[in-house]
């Protein structure tokens, strides 16, 4: 579920695979100019609370399926600068 939707700066979203939407955790993307030519982007993912006692693993999971996932981002982007 979209939780913020600010084009172009921000976009929210309750994230909750192999999990119910109760136990969902919640990730903010944000897009921040540091330059005329140079976006950064940070990324908060919270809530891991609503996870109770599974939370640390969920977390790990999650933080290695970043680490996979945003060098092919970064890749893309680099060959693809427009």
């Known amino acids: 579920m979209i939780t913020v939707w600010e084009p172009p700066r921000?976009?929210?979203y309750r994230w909750h695979l192999?999990?119910?939407?109760?136990?969902?955790?919640?990730v903010l993307v944000s897009f921040?100019?540091?330059?005329?030519?140079q976006t950064r982007i940070d990324?908060?993912?919270a809530s891991w609370e609503r996870l109770g006692d599974d939370a640390s693993a969920w977390?790990?999971?999650n933080d290695a399926g970043w680490a996979g996932l945003l060098p092919h981002f970064v890749d893309?982007?680099?060959r693809n600068p427009t």
């Open 32 to 37: 921040v100019e540091v330059a005329a030519d």
């Open 43 to 45: 990324i908060e993912h």
């Open 18 to 26: 192999r999990s119910t939407p109760d136990r969902a955790t919640d």
């Open 59 to 61: 977390r790990d999971r």
């Open 10 to 12: 921000r976009l929210g």
């Open 76 to 78: 893309h982007l680099e």
